[in-house]
């Protein structure tokens, strides 16, 4: 086997364990952050969905090609890849900002939450090394879908240290407006990611 058909191989399965890790955080967090009134609980279950999908689609993409698709195939199955990440991110941005914006109007805060602080503290792990990974393979196999992938981990990974700060400061001084202030300043990122993927997609040469 080739190197580059090796390693193919390795991102189909760091796909199919973070496949398998989205739909753990994803129950977790939106089921605690509905219980707690978290948006950035919430925020982060919502992210958690989209990586499960972007990785559904990237994990079929890594399989066209690890069965021997032509080129053309590759690309094609690329550029997909990368619009269903850039969209997605940049629909919930567009999420985070309305319910951000609503909360604070309306003086709604977070509850403090056992669910979400545990799984904050295990995605602010987990991510990152995934975020690593995906990336490293991505370079090896020229996928910038993948790479794009990585980008989403390490969104979620800044979310879940969000989630914790924000979960910590509520309870410790009872800052009811900290959530929604954490949440907003998760935009910037997530727009950023987003309109990256999707300039990959529109086959936009990186600067």
Known sequence: MSSHALSVKKGVSIEIISIFWMIVEAVVAIGSGVIAHSLSLVAFGADSIIELIAGGVLLWRLVIEARGASLTQVEQAEKKSS????????????????????????????????????????????????????????????????????????????????????????????????????????????????????QEAKGVPDT
């Open 83 to 198: 619009w269903v990440v850039g969209i997605a991110l940049l629909l919930l941005a567009l999420y985070i900002v309305i319910a951000s914006i609503d909360k604070l109007v309306t003086h709604q805060g977070a509850e403090s939450s056992f669910w979400g602080i545990g799984l904050s503290l295990a995605s602010g792990i987990i991510m990152p090394i995934l975020s690593r990974s995906k990336k490293k393979i991505g370079n090896k196999i020229g996928s910038k879908a993948l790479r794009a992938d990585g980008a989403c981990s390490i969104v979620c990974a800044y979310m879940a240290w969000t989630v914790l700060l924000g979960t910590v400061l509520n309870a410790l001084v009872g800052w009811w407006w900290i959530d929604s202030i954490a949440s907003l300043g998760l935009v910037y990122i997530v727009v950023k990611e987003g309109l990256e993927a999707v």
